[in-house]
């Protein structure tokens, strides 16, 4: 009996030491991904399904997001680049190719978007796409129709590039997105320039047409546009499709009488695609295709999508979206207007050197 005792207290310390040794077996996976780009409930759902913890982490632009790649060791194992910006770190070695064979749910990309990205990285090796979205205007109606006329619309860039026009939205606060990957190529193409020129004499002249407008803007942010629009802190902005329409739907929830519209402008305007990818030294490689897996699933991309109002690349997920979602020509435009829109080609070097200064003095006003 004596015996039974000691060997029940025994295993009872085996037991005891194994709980103990257990957070050390604990999987983790470390995501860097930009400000308001998902369902938090998509995130719980992540650990309550896989059991992997996740540290999520947020940026609101490329350069802060390169600058860590680049010096290694970011202890992230997965990342979300814009097409342009993957093009070069692909090139600069700081991402692993995909392992295709655990990443099932890839049965539902959507083969366009994916193809769209092969100009990117070619043969889909480092990354898949997550969302993707267009930089265009976003406005308080209100404002707008006060300054402008009863009838009026915003349809043009000329309301961001002719001085004279923007000047009528100063005193209700304009805000423009802190990325010269966006705003540099958006003043090329309106001046009837390739928008992916890299010729001084060209940048030049965009930067100059940006110090025409320049006086009118408020600040230079890339995320913070979304509640001052939402809270009529500003009238006018310069960003991203799905951000100006959470702005819009955070505006609609806090039933303050705030209405915004996001338009395409009718010149075009830029398509770019954002993609998931591991860095080459990932501490949790395994974990990461557990994630990216997860966020391929067609529901989870849906949810995603119906909360941040975003397009994604996932086509078996369409099925799931909201209806006001899909069948938004500022998220899911349609044929006419994908054909009037641009891509963004990485920037070498020397051409970026030039961009960084000319956008420095855009910012600054000197
Ligand atoms: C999310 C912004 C992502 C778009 N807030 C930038 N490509």
Redesign the pocket.
């Given at each position: 009996m004596r015996r039974v005792v000691v060997v029940a207290a025994l295993a009872a310390a085996v037991i005891a030491v194994s709980i103990d040794v257990a957070p050390a077996q604990e999987r983790v996976v470390n995501v860097y991904n930009?400000?308001?780009?998902v369902d938090p409930a998509v995130l719980k759902e992540f650990t309550a399904k896989t059991g992997i913890k996740l540290r999520y982490d947020t940026y609101?632009s490329n350069e802060t997001l390169e600058t860590k790649l680049l010096a290694g060791h970011s202890g992230y194992d997965v990342v979300v680049p814009?097409s342009n910006f993957l093009q070069r770190e692909i090139a600069a070695g700081v991402f692993q190719k995909l392992d295709k064979s655990k990443l099932p749910n890839l049965k539902n990309v959507w083969p366009k978007i994916a193809e769209g990205l092969t100009a990117f990285d070619p043969g889909n090796q480092y990354a898949v796409d997550y969302?993707w979205?267009t930089t265009g205007i976003g406005y308080n109606v209100k404002a707008m129709r006060a300054r402008l006329g009863e009838n009026a619309k915003i349809d043009s860039w000329d309301a961001v590039f002719k001085p004279e026009n923007l000047a009528k939205f100063k005193d209700c606060g304009i805000h423009m997105l802190d990325a010269p990957t966006d705003i540099m190529p958006a003043a090329l193409h309106y001046l009837g320039l390739d928008p992916n020129s890299t010729k001084p004499a060209d940048l030049e002249r965009a930067a100059d047409l940006l110090a025409k407008i320049r006086p009118s803007v408020r600040k230079f942010h890339s995320?913070e546009y979304i509640n001052a629009l939402a809270t009529g802190e500003i009238c006018f902005a310069v960003g991203?499709s799905?951000?100006i329409l959470q702005a819009r739907n955070r505006a609609k929830e806090a039933k303050n009488g705030i209405e915004i519209g996001y338009v395409i402008p009718k010149e075009g305007a830029q398509m770019?695609f954002?993609a998931m990818a591991i860095p080459k030294d990932a501490p949790h490689p395994a974990e990461a295709l557990a994630f990216i897996n997860f966020m391929l699933d067609a529901q989870m991309a849906a949810k995603n999508s119906n909360f941040?109002a975003?397009a994604n690349g996932n086509l078996a997920s369409q099925k799931y979206i909201d209806k006001a979602v899909l069948d938004n020509n500022g998220v899911y435009p349609d044929a006419a207007t994908i054909a009037k829109l641009y891509t963004v080609r990485a920037w070498a070097p020397a051409p970026q050197r030039l961009i960084n200064r000319l956008w420095t003095k855009v910012k600054t006003g000197e």
């Open positions: 930009w400000s308001d780009y609101d814009t969302m979205g995320s991203w799905g951000d770019w954002d941040v975003y």
